[in-house]
Every structure is written in structure tokens, then in C-alpha cells.
């Protein structure tokens, strides 16, 4: 039994192991698992499937990542998780792989998933994101970087939220969400920039102008959303790397957003 893994956890024969984890008392470790160095896995913690941790993630107890994906089309594809470096998976979350094995559900760096949080098969989620208790992923949901969802909040499939936007708790959010926006409501719909989250990132006030520029334009101009569009791709509000993102995440919307 190697130093740090409990007599009495269960880690599978072919499970790979890095330097100095720790595996708790009833947990369990599948086959197919590759965990980085440095990570821990608390008791009665479950990592199964194709899973990869990235080092230094923390999985408490009770946490599932790996399980079957719940899509009712999975007809037996063993698909991927990959997860990067330094999350934290608090109790009871889960994490589903993709229904086939030619895609994968992917985690970035850094991100905080609180207790009963759900990512689904095919979902993509950035770095440094917060979801707080109960926060919930549909199947195929893109999530960009520096992203907090609220508590009991509810993000259905196909949906994209873009880079440092903020979802309010208790929302339903249906349709996508723009980068360095708000969203909030049931169901959800963009109310302002998010102020703070961009303060916080190091944003300096004339980008947090320029964001609430963007919010007036997409939403309070009066144009619809493809006139919108059209004038920021024809430099209406200049030329900058956030108004870049915007522009993006409106043209490869699929779902509209509210």
C-alpha cells in the first residue's frame, strides 16, 4: 500500500498515481484514473472512468467525478474527463464524462465547484470559475473563464457563457450569456456589467466603461441583435479585445441570448 492511501480505501490496479497524493478512508479509485501529483482525495470521494485530475486538486467526500454520463442516447462509450490543475470539488458534486468517446467533458485550472455542484457530459468550463451550491450544468454548456454562478442556478444545454460574467442565484438561464455581463432571473436575462468581478480581475475603469458601452449597445440601444452585431463588427465602439469577445460570443450564439 503506498504512503498516504488508507488501508481501507479501494484504488483499482492500473489507476496511476502522482507523487505524494492522498486517497481517504472508503474512497475509491477506478482503473482508468490518472491523478497528479499533490492531489487528495477525501474519504468515501469517488473518481472513476477515463478520468484525469491535472496536480494539487481536492476532491471532499461524497464527491462523484467520473460516473456515467445521464445522456439517454450512451450506448457504452468509455469517453474522457479532463480536468487541469488546483480544483476544488466540494461534497456531493458531480461530474459526468461525454455519451461517445470522440468528445470530451473538460475542466481548466483553478476553479472552485461547491457542494452539489453538476457539470454535464460535454460541458467545457474555463478557469478560475466559483459555482456555488447546487449550481447546475447541462450537457454540451460552455462556460469561459473567471465565471461565477450562483447558488440553485441552472444553466441548460447548448448554452455559452462568456469570460468574467456573473449568474445570479436561483436562476434559469435558457438562452446565452454575454462576457462581462449579469445575468439574473427566471428565467435569466442580462441586467448590467459585472462591476465587480471585472474590478476584482484587475479591469481598469475605462474597460469597465467600455463593458457597460457594449451593455448599452447590445441592450438598450433599440437595435435587434444582428444590427447590434453588425455595427460593433464595423468598429461602432472601436477596436478592443473586449469588444473582440462580445463580438464572438454573439456570432457563434446558437440559443440567443436573453
Not at 482525495?41 to 485530475?53: C, D, F, N, W
Amino acid at each position: 500500500m503506498k504512503p498516504g492511501i488508507h488501508p481501507s480505501a479501494c484504488v483499482e490496479a492500473g489507476a496511476q498515481l502522482g507523487e505524494g497524493v492522498e486517497v481517504g478512508a472508503f474512497a475509491y479509485i477506478g482503473p482508468h484514473v490518472i491523478i497528479g501529483d499533490g492531489c487528495r482525495i477525501h474519504h468515501h470521494a469517488t473518481v472513476e472512468g477515463r478520468t484525469t485530475l491535472g496536480k494539487r486538486c481536492e476532491v471532499f467526500p461524497y464527491a462523484f467525478i467520473g460516473g456515467r454520463t445521464q445522456d439517454k442516447k450512451w450506448t457504452g462509450d468509455e469517453a474522457p474527463i479532463r480536468i487541469g490543475d488546483d480544483n476544488i470539488f466540494r461534497e456531493f458534486c458531480t461530474v459526468h464524462p461525454s455519451t461517445f468517446a470522440t468528445a470530451s467533458t473538460t475542466i481548466g485550472d483553478g476553479n472552485l465547484f461547491c457542494s452539489y455542484a453538476h457539470i454535464g457530459h460535454e460541458s467545457t468550463v474555463g478557469s478560475h470559475c466559483v459555482f456555488s451550491n447546487n449550481a447546475t450544468l447541462g450537457g454540451h454548456v460552455y462556460v469561459g473563464d473567471y465565471v461565477v454562478i450562483g447558488g440553485l442556478t441552472a444553466v441548460h444545454q447548448f448554452c455559452r457563457v462568456g469570460e468574467s460574467a456573473m449568474l445570479g442565484g436561483c436562476g434559469k438561464v435558457i438562452q446565452d450569456v454575454l462576457p462581462y455581463m449579469m445575468a439574473d432571473g427566471h428565467p435569466a436575462v442580462h441586467r448590467t456589467i459585472n462591476k465587480v468581478g471585472l474590478q476584482r480581475r484587475g479591469f481598469s475603469p475605462p474597460q469597465i466603461q467600455l463593458a457597460m458601452r457594449l451593455f448599452k449597445r447590445v441592450f438598450r440601444s433599440g437595435e435587434n441583435h444582428s444590427q447590434s452585431l453588425a455595427a460593433l463588427k464595423e468598429g461602432a465602439l472601436g477596436q478592443d479585445p473586449m469588444i473582440d469577445a462580445v463580438v464572438e460570443a454573439m456570432a457563434k450564439s446558437q440559443r440567443g441570448f436573453a
